[in-house]
């Protein structure tokens, strides 16, 4: 069974920084691009970050870029995303999102999400 | 970025009834769009992927239509564990959502 778990969520001052980890199970993970996507309180969703399955390519949306880095250990099935000079804005429920083999940019397995909170 | 506009944002029916949601992209992705569902407290589902390419697991009575610019999600009989909020989403770039449409009970 996939599995996906997100942890290092919390309460952050602004121009603070986090580590969010995502552990993966259930598959082979260093065959799968992994996302990063967000979802701030009562709003939609929001794709925040990629990661190719070797590392070769990292892509970021506009509104996280030169902030947050993604990164991943696929000797640990793990996954990660350092996030700096965290806004208000930044507040959300961060997921994991595997990306569905041959589908470019299509999430079909999400973690719980991990909740990042950044007073105003 | 490509901008992705669902309608309605929110919807009242009843169980049985045939649902539809659609979705608007703000330039071609010829059929570069998913469907998701997610309910209160959860993590988003995959539905429909590739416009109309049911994900496994995924009852038949979802479906997916559309190509270009316009989209459209159908619930041919909505069930109780369908209310719900769905959202579409195209990857044809980098990648943007819809802002969502509620499902709710009549």
């Known amino acids: 069974e996939v599995q996906l778990v997100e942890s290092g969520g919390g309460l952050v001052q602004p121009g603070g920084s986090l580590r969010l980890y995502c552990a993966a199970s259930?598959?082979?993970?260093?065959?799968?691009?992994m996302n990063w996507v967000r979802q701030a309180p009562g709003k939609g969703l929001e794709w925040v970050s990629y990661i190719s399955e070797s590392d070769s390519t990292r892509n970021y949306a506009d509104s996280v870029k030169g902030r947050f880095t993604i990164s991943r250990d696929n000797t640990k099935n793990s996954l990660y995303l350092q996030m700096n000079s965290l806004r208000a804005e930044d507040t959300a429920v961060y997921y994991c999102a595997r990306g569905a083999g041959g589908v470019w940019y299509t999430f079909d397995y999400w973690g719980q999400g991990t909740l990042v909170t950044v007073p105003s | 970025d490509i901008q992705m506009t669902q309608s309605p944002s929110s919807l009242s029916a009843s169980v049985g009834d045939r649902v539809t949601i659609t979705c608007r992209a703000s330039q071609s992705i010829r059929s570069y769009i998913n469907w998701y569902q997610q309910k209160p407290g959860k993590a988003p589902k995959l539905l429909i992927y590739?416009?109309?390419s049911l994900q496994s697991g995924v009852p038949s009575r979802f479906s997916g239509s559309g190509s270009g610019t316009d989209f459209t999600l159908t619930i041919s009989s909505l069930q109780p564990e369908d209310f719900a909020s769905y959202y579409c989403q195209q990857s044809y770039s980098t990648p943007t959502f819809g802002q969502g449409t509620k499902v709710e009970i009549k």
């Open positions: 259930g598959f082979t993970f260093s065959s799968y691009e």
């Open positions: 590739a416009a109309s």
